[in-house]
């Protein structure tokens, strides 16, 4: 009688141990998959959060040049005022001090701006700023058009980001 009651409790052993077996294994693969989730998940966060760093620098270069072309005519005549004074000046006298500070800002601002907008955009915008630099002038002195231009390929290039985040949403759906 226990070698029958043996066999009979073994076969009722047998589904309680596949249950178990069954959930343990839906445990581990719900485990895995939350796991997979949530590192896609980290790496489309992370690439958003780059792509829109790089974003917020395009947008704050894109002013920078647009605030310094604007000036441009102000900055014009305070170079031909420094000008004439050098033209006009002994040589005991030096130029003014402040008005040579504020050109070399207004020229270090705008350096820093082209050298960012190289870095920051793409072919055309790279390809304007060099027609820009080509020509030997202090940048104030240089063509409205070919600053323009530009700002032109840079707006042209944000705009090209701008509606999706394209690579981002390629990046989230692997």
């Known amino acids: ?3 029958t009651m043996s066999i009979e409790l073994s076969k009722d052993l047998h589904l309680p141990l596949l249950v178990c077996m069954l959930s343990a294994f839906g445990s581990w693969a ?19 959060e ?10 704050d270069a894109l002013e920078r040049m647009t605030r310094l072309i604007a000036r441009q005519p102000g900055i014009q005549d305070e170079w031909s005022a420094y000008q004439g004074f050098l033209k006009g000046a002994k040589a005991e006298r ?3 001090r402040e008005s040579s500070q504020r050109l070399e800002s207004y020229n270090a601002e705008y350096q820093n701006v082209l050298m960012l907008a190289k870095l920051y955009f793409g072919s ?11 020509v030997n002038s202090p940048w104030w002195m240089k063509s409205l058009d070919k600053q323009n231009a530009v700002l032109v390929a840079m707006t042209k290039e944000l705009r090209s980001t701008l509606p ?11």
């Not at 780059?50 to 947008?59: A, G, N, P, T």
């Not at 055309?124 to 080509?134: G, H, I, M, Q, R």
């Open 1 to 3: 009688m226990s070698q």
């Open 94 to 96: 030096s130029p003014p």
């Open 124 to 134: 055309e915008t790279t390809k304007a700023v060099e027609a820009l630099t080509d």
């Open 50 to 59: 780059w792509e829109s760093k790089i974003f917020d620098r395009r947008v």
């Open 164 to 174: 999706t985040f394209n690579s981002t949403l390629q990046a989230g759906g692997n």
């Open 30 to 48: 719900g485990v895995m998959i939350a796991a997979q989730y949530s590192t896609s998940a980290y790496q489309y966060q992370k690439v958003f």
